[in-house]
């Protein structure tokens, strides 16, 4: 076990997903756990993480100096490394000269003397972010990497393990990063990195097990990946006291509510499709405005969902698929509402339960995926590519109707199956189809047609804050429209949206 110390950085979660992917076991504890409790976990290490305060201050977190004494190696980032700095008499202040506070991408020089920076290049970008300065580095400590503006961006006193960084070694924008952090994993804490997302797996069956008892848990299924892989992991843990209510709203994609259900028939769960089709489509009926129709969906779901678990009564847990970057951004503040987003996850009123779990709340997507495998779930839905909570109700633009939807069903469908012919799928972040409100005219055998315009979309993003419209090949796309014109009643014209994210956004509405 590796434990990070969680100081109230912003990266602690980031932090224990490095030591994850460098296959060591980690927990995240907070700076305040009793010592006697840190030593019973036997760990092969520490990280102090970053964190928002100077350590220089009365009330900042601090902790108990015997953790320096105990002969276990610790790793300080930021926040960490001016504590650790402080705490063995070294000296950390407010930076007098703009030049000693970095933000921001910096380079630094490494010492790969160090075992820290073994085996890396002399020279890269980190990423920092401190306004404090080290003006005197404890005894026993030496440099092991500069800046331009800064002699002590790491320090490290080798004999007893202790190494401190400045910047920010576990987010992407420090180049080897990671390599730093596998280096302290394995050169300085001798990790046998045998652990697995096997073996996370059974921890978190045995984790639910444990606290659900013979109790019953409800969980709402939407298809999506994350909904899809917590269900599965309790199907896993606790089998028949599960229930899934998956609500088909009739507005996914070809096939998929089938593909769902075909998922989990492995495991004896109580398993309920509610084909709710006509119940949106009514509901939706005539409406156009997109943020209408995101909140009727929204809503609608709640109700079948609630009326659902009436007919099952009072549970005791409520299981949700919240992951950790939902985590993050519920709590980030107030960002204009550019769109309502719509999650399964949204908590219904009257749904009877004692608490809520939330099995992948620590997991990155790509951990879920991975999570995902484990449990044996299909490839077509772990690796599925992010499909909005509104469904095709946001990629038909105007009104919903039950004709419109089967058109891009089918559209979307010719989309996918190509793009996966030629491998170019695995390049995309995200595409499909979109039918446009437009009809124009055109020539079909010797007679004019007015049919629908299809738009194709197909982005490439990292974070889908922005996105990049992706260059798929001409000849790609000449197939695919090709047949979207040929096998799609109504349809008489495909269009490729050649724009990025700003100014549009991925979805059309
Ligand atoms: P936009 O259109 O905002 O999309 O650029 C960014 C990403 O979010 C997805 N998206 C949604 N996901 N519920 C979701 O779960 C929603 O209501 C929703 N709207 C958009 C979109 O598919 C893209 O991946």
Redesign the pocket.
């Known amino acids: 076990t590796v434990i990070v110390l969680d100081f109230g950085g912003q990266y602690n979660q980031l932090i224990a997903r490095r030591v994850r992917e460098c296959s060591v076991y980690c927990e995240v504890k907070p700076y305040t756990t009793p010592l006697e409790q840190l030593k019973a976990m036997d760990p092969i290490g520490i990280i102090f993480t970053g964190g928002p305060n100077s350590v220089y201050l009365e009330t900042s977190p601090h902790v108990d100096p015997e953790i320096f004494t105990w002969g276990v190696p610790i790793l300080g980032i930021c926040y960490g490394c001016q504590l650790m700095a402080h705490t063995l008499g070294g000296q950390v202040t407010e930076a007098q000269e703009d030049s000693a506070r970095e933000y921001g991408k910096t380079v630094t020089y490494y010492d790969t003397g160090c075992k820290l920076f073994h085996g890396l290049p002399e020279q890269g970008v980190s990423w920092m972010s401190h306004g404090d300065y080290m003006a005197k580095v404890p005894e026993g400590f030496r440099l092991a990497a500069h800046s331009d503006a800064c002699p002590n961006v790491a320090i490290a006193d080798e004999a007893r393990g202790f190494y401190g960084v400045q910047y920010h070694p576990e987010v992407n924008h420090t180049q080897h990063g990671t390599d730093m952090i596998r280096n302290f994993l394995y050169e300085v804490c001798h990790a046998a990195g045998d652990w697995t997302m096997g073996d996370y797996k059974n921890t978190a069956i045995a984790q639910i097990r444990e606290k659900v008892g013979d109790g019953k848990v409800l969980l709402a299924l939407s298809g ?1 990946v994350d909904s899809s892989v917590a269900a599965a992991l309790l199907a896993e843990a606790v089998g028949s006291q599960l229930t899934c209510v998956f609500v088909d709203h009739g507005l996914m994609r070809k096939n998929e509510g089938d593909e769902v259900e075909r998922a989990f028939a492995p495991w004896d769960i109580n398993f309920i499709r509610v084909d709710a089709e006509t119940r949106f489509l009514i509901k939706l009926a005539g409406v156009t405005e997109p943020e209408h129709k ?1 909140k009727i969906i929204g809503e609608e779901f709640i109700r079948v969902f609630e009326e659902e678990a009436k007919k099952i009564g009072a549970v005791d847990y409520l299981a949700q698929g919240t992951i950790y970057p939902d985590v993050i951004e519920s709590g980030a503040g107030d960002a204009a509402v ?6 399964v996850g949204a908590l219904p009123d009257h749904v009877d339960f004692k608490e809520i779990i939330e099995p992948l709340r620590l997991l990155f997507k790509d951990e879920v995926r991975q999570l995902g495998r484990e449990l044996g779930l299909p490839e077509y839905l772990v690796s599925r ?6 469904g095709l109700a ?1 990629r038909i633009i105007g009104d919903v109707t039950k004709a419109k939807a089967d058109m891009l069903r089918e559209a979307d469908a010719i989309f996918r199956e190509e793009a996966a012919l030629t491998g170019e799928d695995r390049r995309l ?2 595409f499909f189809a979109a039918l446009t409100n437009m009809r124009s005219v055109g020539v079909m055998g010797d007679g004019r047609t007015y049919d629908y315009a299809i738009a194709l979309r197909a982005v490439t993003t990292d974070d ?1 804050m922005t ?1 990049d419209w992706a260059r798929i090949p001409y000849e790609l796309l000449d197939r695919i429209s090709v047949r979207i014109v040929n096998e799609v009643p109504g349809v008489n014209r495909v269009l490729y949206d050649i724009t990025s ?1 700003p100014p549009a ?3 059309f509405e």
């Open positions: 999506g995101r550019i769109k309502s987003h719509h999650n590519q992010p499909f909005p909570g509104p946001i972040s995200q889908f996105a994210k956004t991925v979805e």
